[in-house]
């Protein structure tokens, strides 16, 4: 079992950037896809990006295209998401989470949540 733990979260102002990073237990780490997810008050959880187990396959929520990148090191069992560019309606709590084995884009097929990391766009 994976257990994972969200960092990197907190408030910049429109246009700036922030990375998360998310650290992983386990021997298993590469042995699974990942992928970043998100919520906002008042709304349910949304796809936001998704990562092969060895890296070689990304996939992004339209609304972060372009603007957001999905990494990991298996060696360092981290994975990270490098937020550019970002909005207000990028406001969230941030989660990572055990991805399928096949690109998804439905939160339910991800498991083994963290606790998430508040990010906060705003002026």
């Known amino acids: 079992q994976v257990q994972l733990v969200e960092s990197g979260g907190g408030l910049v102002q429109p246009g700036g950037s922030l990375r998360l990073s998310c650290a992983a237990s386990?021997?298993?780490?590469?042995?699974?896809?990942m992928g970043w997810l998100r919520q906002a008050p008042g709304k349910e959880r949304e796809f936001v990006a998704f990562?092969?187990?060895?890296?070689?396959?990304?996939a992004y929520a339209d609304s972060v295209k372009g603007r957001f990148t999905i990494s990991r090191d298996n060696a360092k069992n981290t994975v990270s998401l490098q937020m550019n560019r970002l909005k207000p309606e990028d406001t969230a709590v941030y989660y990572c989470?055990?991805?399928?084995?096949?690109?998804?884009?439905?939160?339910?097929?991800?498991?083994?949540w963290g606790q998430g990391t508040q990010v906060t766009v705003s002026s």
């Open positions: 989470a055990v991805g399928p084995p096949a690109i998804s884009r439905r939160p339910e097929e991800y498991s083994n």
């Open positions: 386990g021997r298993t780490f590469s042995s699974y896809a």
């Open positions: 990562v092969s187990r060895n890296g070689g396959t990304t």
